[in-house]
């Protein structure tokens, strides 16, 4: 069982896969709304699965089976396996790597360059921008994923809720990415549209502070009212800042946005983590105070986000421009880096 929910768990590294091919398919306008759309959608599927599996299909598969709980829930399971088997082929199948057709076929012309997986990480690994985007994911995925789990007992334990009703009060916080990741990403093109770089690291910046403050209302909050309302907004920020902070990510290095891509993720892993320890060791009040601090203590960060060719929060200008597409393009290597790439 534990080998089998090793696999499970690598099948969920198919986000960052999915983040990289969506900055490759869509151009530098809208990467951010695409990129956050596929992102929130990938999380409210988690929701959706379990809704579906726990109220629909689990109540059906114990009628086939004569009642028997314990094999209608280990049959269902077999159902999301299949949809994504299927999805799998028809993605294989049908699917385009890219606009100008599938890598194999660019390298095979020469149109692509051959990049080694170790060296492509190496580049993306020892890049400032990346680990300041870690700790900011860190700050916002990683807040969504804490409260995921810590959400229901917190309305349990703190306002006398029954487990029913904290759990679907808990649920908002997820169902927010129905939208509000899509709108951190939309928010992050407009802001691009109007002052390049500059507006898309001023709204991650702000979707952070804004989180952050909003997170230290919500443990201040004594009302259940109230703290529905505070988190409802509080979620938005979050989901928001994650659509945000993979408005960036393709800009960082283009050649190596799958490894950025990859480490800038696993700060949200990481963050759900740190902040989880801080939920089993503390009291609720000073778990979201040290929260929300760590937020806004991530959102000043921004500041020392430098990336080559782009603006900075306070200084220089945007340079890169691609006038044909206006895609993010992959520049083209010179012999030295080549060599350097390969090694």
């Known amino acids: 069982l534990a080998i089998l929910r090793l696999f499970i768990g690598i099948a969920g590294g198919t986000f960052v896969m999915c983040q990289y091919w969506a900055s490759r398919m869509f151009t530098k306008e809208v990467v951010g709304t695409a990129n956050a759309l596929c992102g929130g959608w990938g999380n409210l599927g988690g929701g959706v699965t379990q809704l579906v599996m726990g109220s629909a299909l689990f109540p059906l598969f114990k009628v086939i089976y004569d009642d028997d709980s314990e094999k209608a829930w280990r049959t269902v399971c077999v159902v999301p396996s299949i949809v994504a088997a299927i999805h799998a082929f028809c993605l294989y199948k049908f699917s385009d790597d ?66 029913e009703s904290a759990a679907a009060i808990a649920s908002i916080f997820g169902w927010m990415n129905l939208f509000a990741r899509g709108l951190g990403g939309f928010v992050s093109d407009i802001a691009n549209a109007k002052m390049g770089m500059r507006g898309r690291l001023w709204a991650q910046t702000i979707f952070l502070a804004c989180e952050g403050a909003l997170v230290l209302v919500f443990a201040n909050s004594n009302s259940l009212g109230g703290a529905i309302v505070i988190m409802v907004f509080f979620s938005l920020f979050v989901q928001a800042a994650e659509g945000s902070s993979y408005g960036i990510v393709p800009y960082v290095d283009p050649p190596n946005t799958g490894s950025i891509s990859g480490i800038v993720g696993a700060g949200g892993n990481t963050g759900a983590v740190g902040f989880g320890m801080g939920f089993r060791q503390l009291d609720y009040k000073e778990a979201f105070l040290i929260m929300g601090f760590s937020i806004l203590g991530s959102s000043l960060l921004s500041v020392f986000i430098n990336i080559k060719g782009y603006s900075a929060l306070f200084w220089g200008e945007d340079q890169v421009v691609s006038k044909e597409t206006g895609t993010l393009a992959v520049p083209e290597q010179n012999d030295e880096d080549a060599a350097d790439v390969n090694a």
């Not at 080694?116 to 300041?132: L, Q």
């Open 98 to 163: 890219a606009p100008k057709g599938n890598y194999s076929e660019l390298k095979k012309h020469g149109v692509m360059p051959e990049v080694s997986a170790a060296a492509s990480f190496r580049s993306g690994a020892i890049n400032f921008n990346t680990w300041i985007l870690f700790i900011q994911y860190a700050c916002c995925f990683g807040v969504e994923l804490t409260m995921n789990n810590a959400a229901a007992l917190y309305f349990k334990d703190e306002f006398g809720q029954s487990t």
